[in-house]
């Protein structure tokens, strides 16, 4: 109950509008040509799709590979999740269904609550080299601002599951009492930074008009988020992997959406 009351409420919100504002800052300079927005298209709608399609299958392969060396708990889950691959496919081909009316732009590109600090009254916002893992070429590639959006709300998952299953602070017995109400904090602070980031840009171009292409995108960005979150887990830290077999379930339950 306490970590619903209004300073944290407060920083969800403010998270929303300094990510708003960061969006709108990296797009103020539009007379330079590495700040001018760019069109999306059907064709590189379908080029998005076309590189998550090897991402899912790295990833998957990688999961059947490593199954049985991850922690017990985290097996059914796992199979669960397999069993899910082409039914993950079809979610991610909707990104070009039809021509999505937006424009993509220079973005943060590594964007996760570790890369926010609170200076006690505010929240400051580094590290803009973008993904460590891909050339230095791919970070200035423009891309739709909801890919930070996304990834935001994804940190906010490891927040819950992280508390709950990797600092033994909460008794195993106890996780299934405690779950619901996990599940509900990351429901409710994701909508809460939704709706201050949605307000913030609230008719710039990089956001879709209509609320079926924005639920589409972020559905398509949160789970790219997920299968690459699952796939550096099982390569990185096995006993974390339970958090994006949590994420990736959420996602394809449709819990976790851009409805605000």
Sequence with gaps: ??????????????????????????????????????EYSLHYQRSIFASLKPLVRASF??????????PEESRPEAKEVLSMMDEILNEMKKVYRKKIDIVKRRIHGDYHLGQVLFTGKDLVIMDFEGEPSRSYSERRIKRSPL???????????????????????????DINRVLPYSEMWHNYMSGIFM??????VDGHAFIPKDKE???????????????YELNYELNSRPDWVIVPLKGIKAIMQGEVSAKV
Excluded: C, W
Aim: hydrophobic share 45%.
């Design 195 to 200: 709706q201050a980031y949605m307000e913030t």
């Design 61 to 70: 392969q990688n999961l059947t590979k490593s199954i049985k060396r991850l």
């Design 147 to 173: 890919r930070d959006v996304a990834s935001m709300v994804r940190s906010f998952h490891y927040v819950v599951y992280g508390g709950l299953f990797l600092n033994n602070q909460v008794r195993k017995e």
């Design 213 to 227: 292409d924005l639920d589409v995108l972020m559905r398509t960005f949160l789970l790219e988020k997920a299968v």
């Design 1 to 38: 109950i306490h970590l619903m009351e209004g300073p944290v409420i407060e920083q969800a919100r403010l998270l929303g509008v300094r990510t708003g504002e960061m969006h709108l800052a990296l797009g103020a300079r539009s007379d330079l040509k590495d700040f001018q927005p760019e």
